[in-house]
Each structure stands twice: as C-alpha cells, then as structure tokens.
C-alpha cells in the first residue's frame, strides 16, 4: 500500500460515482430499457463490460488527480449499490411495486416507492461480480483499491423484518440469517484472497432505527428496536469474524441517498453505543450534512482505536462547501472525539442509484479536491 497509515485515510469517500452519460447510454443500448425489476445483478456483457472498463479507469484518475489516498471503482458496473450483488446471488428477488413501508421523500415533501426484498428460495452464494470489479481496480490504480459492499443487516430491514421474511421461504429466520452469514463470509474471504485489504460496509439498518417512525415500523413487524439494534450488532459479527488482521473494514451509515432523496432522519443517540462499541470494525462512515443527522455529541461514545469519518460534505448538491465551514464542523467534532480519530468524507456515495444526484461530474471532483485540501491542513503531514 502506498498510503502511510492504515485507512480510514484523513479524507476518504464512501464509494460510488456519478456514471457517465456514455456509461449509462450504453447500457441502455446493450441491455434495452432499464425497468425497477430489470438489469440487477451480472449482465454478461462484454461489449458493455469494455466501456465499464474505460470509464473505471477514468474515475481512478480522477481520484488520484484529487489526492485521494483510496480509490473505488466507482461502482460503474453496478446499477443499485446494494442490489446487483444480492441479485446474483440465490434466494432473492425485489421490485418497486410499493410494498415497502420504507418510502423516499426530498425536501419538497414528494415520495417514491423504495425497494422490496422478497426471499424466494435458499440464499446460496454464487462467484461474486464484486470481486471480478476489486481485481480490475487492484490492477489499475496506485492509490489502495477500496471495496463497498452492502451490509447484510439490510437483507433483513428492506425484507420486511421478520414477519415480511417469513412470509417467502424462511418460516425459522434464524435460518435465513445463517445463510445469509455464510454466503457473506464466502464473499468477504473471496475478496481477501483476492487482495483486498479495505472493505467497507454500507448500512442504512441502524440509521433508520434513529428515526422515530422507523422505530414505530419495527413495532409493528413485531419486534424491539433496542432488541434489533444488538441483534444487527451480533449478525454484523459474525460476518467480521474470521477476517485477517491486516484488513480493514469500515461501515458506513446513511439514512438513505438516491437522486437527492432521503428516507430517514434523526440523530445517532439511540444507536451510538451499540454501533460504536459493539460492531467489531476499524472505523465508520456517518452522514453528518444535513441538520436530518442530529449533532456530534454522540462521537463521545467512540472508543479508543477507532476512526469516525465525518460526513459533512454532502454528495447530494452542487453547492461546493467553504473551506472554512468545513473546518469549523471538524472544531465541532473535535469537541467530543480527538481529532486523531476523525477524518473527512462526503455523507455518502455520489451515485447510489445509476440516476446519481443532482450534480456534475465537475462538481464531484471540485468536492474531492477540496476535501483533500481541509484535509490536509487540519492533519498536516
């Protein structure tokens, strides 16, 4: 690795990128019209994959060109940050058909219909597109290649919780966790044969059980929150266990991020304990850019060794933030947590979804850059 300390670095992003116009052109073109329910999981593509290709390779470029110390691949070869990796896997399907009680909402009160997981049969793992993607970003960049994957704690939250898994092909949802955990692990060791040595976790579970209405969902599936919040804690364990000590493993909250629409809010109050103290990784990844996410307060609860990255740049407008507010709000955190355990980095992915939020490419590395540049003189050296 080229990068001094281990990661989380001083400024970090989440994952993804917004793909670019030829990239989702071509998958128009070579795969016909995208529908919620169509083009999940491995295309199979090679035509498609050559373009993926070209674009990861200009997204790599861009990072190094803003002094990143970790680079992604953008997930360019993805079109749903969580879904294309369960889709090729066994036991799964989803759709957009407004069965979820999750919904997405902006700031002018409009909602859409989230996406519903339904268990159809065994969760089996099958060889992974994730890792096929690392091996390609391993060979490409200088910087340390990162990997995103999404938690196996959202299997279960946009499955309905236990009552909605129960009703597919799980009756025993002990059952479905411990294949889920399994098919988990399988991925995780695929990837660290593979070479990867940063892995992050993407999670929106926990920070919906900072939202009140979320929590009253919960109660209506049946279960505890409080109770499900250390269960959530106890699966995500189990998936870590095993894991080599040289690789680091982040996770990352959101309350949700798809073309500028959220579906949660709340402070971290409820969950902080629990999700810094009982979660066996490196470091997390919080939103923290909107007042939606509460105060810092919380980081007094993180314990030593471990790294907060702070969100307090948001992905989801083109408004470029001063370099002074951004200061001022790592002042802020430092209150509560010593500045050697915080770090930097956009709220969350620039392009969850294929659509990607309302910004543009520019805008994106002009972010970049000046996270970089707060970075560096906050953590000078």
């Not at 990661?7 to 993804?16: H, I, K, L, Q, T």
């Not at 920070?207 to 109770?227: I, Q, Y």
């Not at 392009?351 to 970049?368: A, C, M, V, Y």
């Amino acid at each position: 690795m080229t990068a001094a300390r281990r990661p989380p670095f001083r400024a970090d992003v989440v994952g993804s990128y917004l793909r670019p116009q030829r990239l989702k052109d071509a998958r128009e073109r070579l795969l016909g019209p995208q529908t919620p329910d169509k083009h999940l999981g491995p295309h199979g593509n090679a035509a498609l994959a050559a373009i993926e290709d070209d674009c990861i390779v200009e997204v790599i470029r861009m990072q190094e060109r803003a002094g990143l110390q970790a680079a992604s691949d953008g997930e360019f070869r993805r079109r749903s940050w969580w879904l294309d990796l369960i889709m090729g896997w066994e036991g799964f399907s989803a759709d957009r058909a407004g069965a979820s009680e999750m919904v997405w909402r902006n700031k002018q009160g409009e909602t859409k219909a989230s996406s519903r997981l339904w268990v159809t049969g065994p969760v089996r793992w099958r060889p992974s597109t994730a890792v096929r993607a690392f091996e390609f970003l391993k060979r490409n960049t200088r910087l340390v290649p990162k990997v995103t994957l999404p938690a196996p704690l959202i299997l279960h939250m946009f499955g309905g919780g236990d009552a909605g898994i129960r009703e597919g092909h799980y009756k025993d949802v002990d059952a479905f966790w411990a294949d889920v955990i399994a098919a988990y692990r399988t991925e995780v060791k695929a990837l660290t044969d593979a070479g990867a040595t940063y892995i992050q976790f993407d999670d929106t579970s926990i920070a919906f059980l900072c939202d009140p209405m979320h929590r009253e969902t919960v109660r209506r599936w049946g279960s505890n929150a409080d109770e499900l919040l250390r269960s959530y804690a106890g699966r995500m364990n189990e998936v870590l266990a095993g894991i080599p000590e040289h690789v680091t493993v982040t996770f990352h909250q959101c309350r949700g991020n798809r073309e500028g629409h959220w579906m949660a809010e709340g402070g971290y109050d409820p969950v902080a304990d629990v999700l810094f103290n009982a979660i066996d990784v490196h470091g997390y990844f919080l939103e923290y850019d909107t007042a939606r996410a509460g105060g810092f307060a919380p980081l007094r609860l993180l314990p030593k060794g471990k790294v907060a990255v702070l969100g307090i740049m948001s992905s989801k407008t083109s408004e470029l933030e001063p370099a002074d507010d951004l200061k001022r709000r790592i002042g802020e955190a430092e209150k509560f947590a010593p500045l050697d355990q915080l770090a930097i980095s956009p709220q969350c992915g620039f392009s969850s979804s294929i659509g990607g939020n309302p910004l543009s490419e520019g805008d994106q590395e002009r972010k970049l850059a000046r996270l970089v540049e707060v970075a560096r003189a906050v953590w000078p050296g």
